[in-house]
């Protein structure tokens, strides 16, 4: 080899050497802390999710309706109670008005309003199970929605076990059914009180166990006594 290819050669050498070399990068993935991390954006979205719906309104149905008053009628109270006390006062009631009739039947608030008792079918006694949705109407008085009915295995008809409970159990007048809506309605306005003393729903929230009624003094009713 001559020298100018030796020189040609020892600069090939060094400028290989001087070149940069390239940046190879090992990444390792810790699949672990991934995992934890998922699981915790997962509890942190979930609680999140889980607070808004605890914070929201549950039920439309729930919103207090102002009740139309007409005529002289003036308000004197607002009385807010709850399922216990209510349940309480409508067993008392039940006691006394049924005290002489040989089919009875119970009806008490849970998170709904359930009526129950017995009815013979084929001369066996059966007991049924019906339950209802309470709604506040606009004049005060108060509509339970039929929803379900519980009577043994049996899958009779909502409609045609109101029919039957409409005849054979004994309501006071002021409770009436409306077969074709599976509706029962309390007349609140014709409910006895003292002279001239008018009881009005506001709110009933079972689940939230809230209950608002107002008293209202019908002036008419009073003046018509007096005269």
Do not use: C
Not at 51 to 59: A, G, N, P
Not at 152 to 177: C, H, Q
């Amino acid at each position: 080899m001559n020298n100018s290819s030796r020189k040609e050669a020892e600069t090939t050498k060094k400028s290989s050497q001087n070149r940069p070399k390239k940046l190879t990068f090992k990444t390792k993935i810790n699949w672990w802390k991934v995992a934890t991390l998922t699981m915790i954006g997962f509890f942190i979205g979930g609680g999140i999710y889980l607070f808004s719906l605890m914070s929201s309104d549950r039920e439309a149905d729930f919103t207090p309706t102002p009740t139309e008053i007409t005529g002289d009628a003036t308000e004197l109270l607002t009385m807010e109670t709850n399922k216990e006390k209510v349940n309480t006062l409508i067993d008392h009631y039940l006691d006394e008005y049924l005290s002489s009739d040989k089919i009875k039947y119970e009806f008490y608030l849970e998170n709904q309003a359930l009526l129950k008792g017995t009815f013979e079918l084929l001369g066996y006694p059966l007991a049924f199970y019906l339950y209802f949705e309470p709604y506040v109407m606009e004049n005060g008085n108060v509509q339970l929605k039929a929803r379900s009915v519980s009577i043994g295995a049996l899958g009779i008809p909502m409609k045609e076990v109101l029919r039957y409970i409409s005849k054979n159990l004994d309501f006071p007048k002021w409770i009436t059914f409306n077969l074709n809506e599976e509706t029962i309605i309390v007349h609140l306005d014709e409910f006895d009180l003292v002279s001239g003393l008018k009881i009005h729903a506001e709110k009933i929230n079972l689940i939230d166990d809230e209950i608002k009624f107002s008293l209202y003094l019908d002036q008419t009713k009073g003046s018509d006594k007096n005269d």
